[in-house]
């Protein structure tokens, strides 16, 4: 698998080298110069084979000859060994429930399987890998589990000050061993910036072998593509073929990765990009201009990014040809008084608890379908975390109706510790350089 840079399309990079470098030195971002087709009768089929036989068929056309068949296999089958079900609300609605990794968010997909393959390539005596992330919410707390107490590695994750929920925060600052946390007072979009920066800063680089675990990292995007696929095969299974995704955006590497997938071959329908109010790429699709903003603090926090960095990645998939996306793409976005709204919606019909970024996915599908009356597709909305990371968000009566998982009462135990910076980048490389 070779890969070039978005902004440098003769580039030529291994799958090894763009995993542990995460981005080129002139600061785009990996993508395969070849994306190949899954065969028709894999996809004809697809409903004969379990989430990690169609993870392993899909890394397995991406990666080729990068990780021999059986250590591919293995590192699979722990990385993905949990299950992503469809669960059925009526005979066209369907919610894809992500939550039920070890983080209780979808980000356990990619960060899992990122930090095993790192583990997989990292040879014994070689560099410490300094592993930065930034995270809005949920990214960060899969990172630290996922790699947690993984030999040779050291993952720094910057969040920032108070626009994580208090589990959130509770994943983030209470792991320990080789796992640190900085709070930041700024935005994720600040954060996002301090990584970007310390990426294309020589002395660092010079120091340090960094990586990052963002989804800028292709070895994130790739195990993301496994449930768009295992999806299809849920719903084929009850004879439903036409298919659309509703998914919530922030950063748009969930979307990123679904849209990948169907480069690949998977027979979507549509895609609705989710947003709450930061939002750059519902204004871009109306208008046609790209134009970032400082984001904005909602419910739904862990899509509050006013810069999304995947978008490069999305707009190189469709060839910067706008016409040809919008075909595929429909974008919406929702306040925080419809997200509540939402979120009401959904129990008052399904009975269902969902997540604000799960109940802004849920109201583009009803959105689109207003607008598009005789299309019949079976709806899909990504449900991407789990409801008790929101405890303060939900009215009394639904949050009664949330269950807390084990792992979340052991972390009320355990101590916190998180170093605490300003967004100037001179303060963040003064940190990294003191280890």
């Not at 379990?50 to 068929?57: G, Q, T, V």
């Not at 080789?178 to 970007?196: H, M, P, S, W, Y």
């Not at 071959?265 to 109010?277: E, R, S, W």
Request: hydrophobic content about 40%.
């Amino acid at each position: 698998m070779k890969l070039y840079s978005t902004n440098n399309k003769d580039l030529r990079v291994s799958f090894k080298d763009a995993v542990f470098n995460s981005m080129p030195q002139d600061e785009g971002l990996y993508m395969p110069v070849e994306i190949p087709q899954l065969d028709a009768d894999f996809i004809k089929n697809i409903e004969q084979f379990s989430l990690p036989e169609i993870a392993y068929k899909v890394a397995s056309t991406f990666l080729k000859d990068e990780i021999p068949a059986d250590d591919l296999k293995a590192l699979i089958d722990d990385a993905i060994n949990f299950d992503a079900p469809a669960v059925k609300l009526d005979d066209k609605t369907f919610v894809l429930e992500l939550f039920h990794g070890p983080s209780l968010a979808f980000k356990d997909f990619g960060a899992r399987f990122m930090s095993r393959v790192m583990a997989y390539f990292l040879k014994a005596g070689e560099q410490l890998l300094d592993v930065l992330v930034a995270t809005s919410g949920d990214t960060g707390g899969a990172v630290a589990l996922g790699f947690l107490g993984v030999p040779n590695t050291r993952v720094t994750i910057l969040y920032p000050e108070g626009k994580v929920s208090p589990i959130q925060e509770l994943q983030l600052t209470t792991n320990g061993q080789n796992i640190r946390a900085i709070e930041v007072k700024g935005t994720f979009d600040d954060c996002q910036a301090l990584v970007k920066q310390a990426f294309a800063d020589d002395e660092l680089n010079a120091k340090f072998r960094l990586t990052s675990a963002n989804s800028i990292n292709i070895s994130r995007l790739i195990p993301q593509t496994f449930y768009y696929f295992n999806t299809y095969a849920q719903l084929k299974k009850q004879g439903l073929n036409d298919v659309i995704f509703s998914v919530p955006s922030g950063n748009f590497g969930n979307i990123g990765a679904g849209l990948l997938a169907y480069k690949l071959g998977l027979p979507v329908k549509q895609f609705i990009a989710a947003t709450n109010v930061n939002d750059t790429v519902p204004r871009f699709l109306e208008t046609g201009v790209y134009e970032t903003k400082p984001s904005t603090q909602t419910y739904s926090n862990a899509m509050d990014v006013g810069a999304p960095s995947n978008w490069v990645r999305i707009m190189d998939l469709f060839k910067n040809d706008v016409d040809e996306l919008k075909k595929v793409v429909t974008s919406y976005r929702f306040n925080d008084d419809e997200t509540l709204a939402g979120i009401k919606e959904i129990d008052a019909k399904f009975d269902y608890v969902a997540c604000p970024h799960t109940a802004i996915a849920y109201l583009a599908i009803e959105k689109f379908r207003k607008e598009n009356p005789a299309d019949e597709s079976a709806a899909v909305f990504l449900s991407t975390a789990h409801a008790c990371k929101f405890p303060d968000i939900f009215p009394t009566d639904i949050a009664a109706k949330i269950e807390i998982p084990e792992q979340v009462k052991a972390l009320e135990t355990k101590p916190q510790h998180a170093d605490k910076l300003n967004t100037d980048f001179e303060g963040f490389k003064e940190y990294l350089l003191k280890g």
